[in-house]
C-alpha cells in the first residue's frame, strides 16, 4: 500500500495472477490489467505520469481531487468519473466519494482518494475465483455495485419519509420539521451526483468502443435506466417530505393561532372587568359604595352579568 498499489490484477486466458509491484505490471504483457491506486501516493502518480498513453490533460482529470461525474476521449483511451455513496462508518453517505477511471485496450485502472468499500467486495469476488472475460465486465460489476447501493439508500430515504409522516399524523411534531429538512438536504447532495452520472452512463453506453462488448453496453443501458430511476424515486421522495414539513407548518401555524384566539378571548372578557375594578379602586374621595356594606357584592354580582353577557355574546356570533 506505500507503493499506492491498493491492488493488482493480471488476467491472462483462464489465470488471474495478483500483483505486488510496479515491475510486475510492467512485465505482464498479455491478457488486461486492473490496478487499483491511491491518488494521495507519489508513487502512483509517477507510474502513470510515465505511462506514454495518459497524456497531461487525462493525468489530471484522474487525479483531481474534486469532480463531478463525467467522461474525457483521448486517443488511446476513456476517463471516467463516477460517484459512489460514502461507505465510511463516520461519513454521512450522501458525500459520495469519488472514482477515477482510466480504461484502454488492455488495462482498467481506478483511482480514489477517500476509500472505496465497493471494490473491497469485487477484490474479494476475485480472490475466491470470479473471472472476468475483459476490463469492460470488471467495470460493470462496479457500477452495478455502485447502483445498487444507491437505490437501496434511496428507498432507505423514501421508509425514512414513511416514518415521519406517520409521526406527524400522530401528532409528534415538536423534532419533525429539523428531521424533514435534513432529509431534503441529504436527497439535494446525492442528486449533485447522481444527475450527472446518470448523464456519464447514458454517454457511455452508447459510445462505441472496441474493447467493450455489446453485452458490456447492455449492461450500462441497464444501470442508466436504474440510475434515472433512483432520480425520480428521489424527486418524488423530496415532493413528500416538501408536503409533509408545509402540512406540519400549517398544524403548528394553526395551533400557534388557536393559542393566540384563545387569549385574545379571555383579554376581551376581562378588559370591561379590569376596567370597572380598576375604576373602583382609585384612591380618591366620592366612590359610590364606600359605606354601603353589601356594594361589594353588588359589585361583583354586576362584574359576572357582564362576564356572562360576553360570554352569551360571543357565542351567539360563534367566537367561542
Known amino acids: 500500500m506505500s507503493s499506492g498499489i491498493i491492488y493488482a490484477y493480471h488476467f491472462e486466458k483462464d489465470n488471474i495472477t495478483r500483483l505486488t509491484s510496479y515491475a510486475e505490471i510492467q512485465a505482464a504483457k498479455e491478457g488486461f490489467l486492473w490496478l487499483h491506486l491511491d491518488q494521495r501516493s507519489k508513487e502512483a502518480q509517477e507510474f502513470v505520469r510515465k505511462d506514454p498513453t495518459v497524456n497531461d490533460v487525462a493525468l489530471e482529470a484522474l487525479f483531481e481531487s474534486e469532480s463531478r461525474p463525467r467522461m474525457l476521449d483521448f486517443d488511446k483511451g476513456y476517463v471516467l468519473t463516477f460517484r459512489s455513496l460514502n461507505l465510511s462508518p ?36 476475485l480472490d475466491k475465483g470470479y473471472m472476468p472475460k475483459n476490463q469492460g465486465e470488471i467495470l460493470v460489476a462496479v457500477m452495478q455495485s455502485i447502483t445498487a ?105 394553526e395551533q400557534m393561532n388557536k393559542t393566540m384566539y384563545t387569549l385574545s378571548i379571555v383579554a376581551t372578557i376581562f378588559l370591561p372587568l379590569s376596567f370597572f375594578t380598576g375604576l373602583l379602586g382609585i384612591n380618591v374621595g366620592g366612590i359610590p359604595g364606600m359605606e354601603n356594606p353589601i356594594a361589594f357584592w353588588i359589585v361583583t354580582a354586576f362584574l359576572s352579568l357582564m362576564a356572562v353577557f360576553e360570554y352569551l355574546y360571543f357565542k351567539k356570533n360563534n367566537w367561542l
Open 90 to 125: 463516520e461519513q454521512d453517505q450522501e458525500d459520495m466519494v469519488h472514482l477515477h477511471v482510466w480504461i484502454d485496450a488492455n488495462r482498467l485502472i481506478t483511482i480514489r482518494g477517500d476509500k472505496v468499500y465497493l471494490l473491497d467486495e469485487l477484490n474479494t469476488r
Open 149 to 253: 447501493k444507491i437505490t437501496d439508500y434511496a428507498f432507505d430515504l423514501s421508509d425514512q419519509v414513511d416514518n415521519l409522516e406517520d409521526q406527524m399524523i400522530a401528532g409528534e411534531g415538536k423534532s419533525l420539521r429539523m428531521k424533514l429538512s435534513l432529509m431534503r438536504r441529504k436527497i439535494i447532495l446525492i442528486k449533485r451526483y447522481i444527475v450527472p452520472q446518470r448523464d456519464l452512463l447514458w454517454s457511455w453506453s452508447n459510445e462505441p468502443v472496441a474493447y467493450i462488448t455489446d453485452q458490456n453496453q447492455r449492461y450500462f443501458r441497464d444501470a442508466y435506466d436504474k440510475t434515472l430511476r433512483i432520480i425520480e424515486d428521489l424527486d418524488a421522495t423530496r415532493d413528500r417530505a416538501q408536503i409533509t414539513q408545509e402540512e406540519l407548518n400549517n398544524r403548528i401555524q
